[in-house]
């Protein structure tokens, strides 16, 4: 097996909504926010090469939204995937199977793409399944009225449409030893419905993609919890499982939203669960 990671671009979002109910004081120390109140986000993915398999973890936004779409989340850097994958010698036409932690657009949004002459959309992995859950399936294509801005019909229906859509199974609780795709998986309801959190075991080390359970190094204390979140309380109690156990084991968190940290683990300290060290992925992922 080898991993690499994928950076599908750069973007920015309101700092007070990423950290809710924590005052600006306190998070722009960690991040900080230029004038308009915005702070640097990444959208990085995870590639997982296991023999024949090639899988990808998330997308990022994509493009085929408006100029006034992205003019909301001010793109900034020059990442793509097609870039990042070509780096690593590889093409979308290779990757076999695209797991998306949770349908919101800015992890989904790659997956799909205009067709030749933008009548329409396909898929922008011609030969990879995607794989989500049954349950967040119907939580995002039936949306509610909090999250309904991120769940867009368009970044959805046409993996459906296509025939390329899967489900991993979750026969017992909220973790997945080992799911179809060869890694365990942490279901998580606090940010959405069943998001889906890859742990994969690799070269003697514990290495879990984060997605939106620890967005940035910056949300490692409990209380601090994006105002995004539908279930902000049950996001507290699944990030203390969360950030205990790795403090606990020593695994590695690989941060899909952090601009400026890829890879980190934690440690026990009088306060709770804090920031231990940081590291370039290309250094664990090796």
Known sequence: MKLYTIESGNFKLD???????????????????DSNNLIDMAARCLLVEDGDRLTL???????????????????????????????????RDDVTDVFLTHLHFDHVGGA??????????????????FWTNDNH?????????????????????????????????????DFVEKSELGF???????????QMLPQIEYNGKTII?????????????????MGYDTRPLLTIDEKAKFLNAAADTGHYLLLGHDAHHEVITVQHTDKGVRLKEVFKAA????
């Open 112 to 129: 799909i793409q205009w067709n030749k002459d933008r009548t329409g959309y396909e898929p922008a992995f011609k030969n990879a399944h």
């Open 57 to 91: 973890i998330d997308t990022g936004m994509g493009n085929k939204q408006g100029d006034k779409f992205f003019g909301y989340y001010s793109l900034w850097g020059d990442h793509s995937i097609d870039k990042s994958l070509a780096q690593h010698g590889f093409s």
């Open 15 to 33: 700092g007070g909504a990423m950290f809710g109910v924590v005052p600006k004081t306190i998070w722009n120390k960690t991040n900080p926010a």
């Open 137 to 173: 399936w119907e939580w995002a294509t039936k949306p509610n009225a909090r999250e309904k801005a991120s769940f867009l019909s368009e970044n959805i229906l046409p993996m459906q449409e296509s025939g390329q859509l899967k489900f991993v199974q979750r026969p017992n609780g």
């Open 209 to 225: 993609f984060a997605a939106d359970m620890l967005p940035t190094t910056g949300h490692i204390p409990l209380p601090y919890v």
């Open 283 to 286: 250094d664990i992922l090796i």
């Open 184 to 194: 365990g998986i942490f279901f998580a309801d606090g940010h959405t419905e069943k």
